[in-house]
């Protein structure tokens, strides 16, 4: 009898600020048994929610494919965004980040994730954890946007 596939939950945050063109942050958590096994976070100087959510979910799951974990875990996106999970799912792809959303549902459908969907700031450990990380790199990326002006204006 073939032994049960370990989960390897893949949590999930992205995180904006205000109107497009801003600041963003993603961030995920990669936890097995309880216990974190890795983890990623970026920003962009320009961009949406919508796009933050994608990416961090697109980078868990590119994380998942060169790890391989996806070869000896059952891999499970675990986010407070409908869109990213709905994505993952093919269930949706928003028009304005159809490309995005489409790349999301190809590497969830070829590793076979599941997705699961939780409330944000519920207290879920990890979701609060993947949110500060995502926000932490969120004012990062604003903070180097902010040293980019203050460069031109000096040597302008």
Not at 15 to 37: L, T
Not at 139 to 144: E, I, M, N, T, W
């Amino acid at each position: 009898m073939d032994e049960p596939r370990r989960v390897l939950e893949l949590w999930t945050d992205g995180s904006a600020e205000g109107r497009a063109g801003r600041p963003g942050g993603w961030a995920f958590i990669a936890v097995r048994d309880g216990v974190e096994v890795a983890r990623g976070e970026g920003g962009a100087a320009s961009t949406t929610c919508v796009l933050m959510e994608l990416e961090a979910v697109r980078q868990a799951l590119l994380t998942a494919r060169v790890k391989g974990w996806h070869r000896r875990s059952r891999l499970v996106v675990v986010s407070d965004s409908s869109i990213a999970l709905d994505a993952a799912a093919g269930r949706y792809l928003p028009r304005p980040y159809a490309a995005q959303a489409a790349e999301v549902h190809d590497l969830a459908r070829a590793m076979g994730a599941d997705t699961r969907k939780v409330r944000s700031h519920s207290g879920a450990p990890w979701n609060e954890l993947a949110d500060a990380r995502a926000l932490e790199a969120r004012l990062a990326a604003q903070a180097d946007v902010g040293a980019a002006r203050r460069s031109r204006r000096a040597r302008g």
